[in-house]
């Protein structure tokens, strides 16, 4: 039972535009949210979290928002960079860490 | 520098020669754990610990086993290695807070290819 799930295994987009990546999660225990970014060869590193009381967090260019009723959440990128091409995984938990499978993304110059 | 170093970062072995893996961490966390990626699958936690001397069980902990004698150390220990356990495997730690251990530290990983 997959209990982060991120749909999208790909996403290509202009540098310049906003990458939207999405993740849903089925378990209502679950009260923070992460997004980790991976480049290839390295380990994944955080990158932005939100807690479930809130419904966005903002970083720079980054910005997570949560829908807690349709169990939802989303990370914003804006503006994309060539950059910022890599895996990202939405991760959440009540105690530890569950990971979505990942969505890699690609920006293109 | 704050890091977490694993090691080997690559090995090749053969099925059932007891190997372990090392995880070190110098930021004085409280909580570790283990996690490996597989193509489709994501990442997956085998084992987590809270403190020294408290370890428990992730999603897939089959085959494995961990120790945690000292807060910087959290070997990751095979002692029968299958095929099925090639994989890619990271360690990660964080401080202990109600949502600090969330926001974990990886290392490079150590990529497991058992013949």
């Known amino acids: 039972d997959q209990q982060v799930k991120q749909n999208s295994p790909s996403l290509s987009v202009q540098e310049g535009r906003i990458s939207i990546l999405n993740c849903d999660y089925t378990?209502?225990?679950?009260?923070?949210f992460l997004w980790y970014k991976k480049y290839p060869a390295e380990g994944p590193t955080f990158l932005i979290s939100i807690s479930s009381i809130k419904d966005k967090n903002e970083d720079g260019r980054f910005t997570v928002f949560l829908n807690k009723s349709a169990k939802h959440l989303s990370l914003h990128i804006v503006p994309s960079q060539p950059g910022d091409s890599a895996v990202y995984f939405c991760?959440?938990?009540?105690?530890?860490?569950?990971f979505g499978k990942g969505t890699k993304l690609s920006v293109i110059p | 520098e704050a890091q977490v170093t694993q090691n080997p970062r690559y090995l090749i072995t053969v099925t059932g020669k007891k190997l372990t893996v090392t995880c070190s961490q110098n930021m004085n966390h409280e909580y570790m754990s283990w996690y490996r990626q597989d193509p489709g699958l994501g990442l997956r936690q085998i084992y987590y610990?809270?403190?020294?001397?408290?370890?428990d069980k992730g999603d897939v902990p089959e085959g494995y086993k961990v120790s945690r004698k000292e807060k910087r150390n959290f070997p990751l220990i095979l002692e029968s290695p299958s095929p099925n356990q090639t994989s890619l495997y990271f360690c990660a730690s964080s401080p202990g807070g109600r949502t600090s251990r969330y926001e974990q530290y990886f290392g490079p990983g150590t990529r497991l290819t058992v013949t």
């Open positions: 378990n209502s225990m679950f009260d923070y």
């Open positions: 610990s809270m403190n020294v001397e408290v370890t």
């Open positions: 991760a959440s938990g009540s105690y530890q860490l569950t």
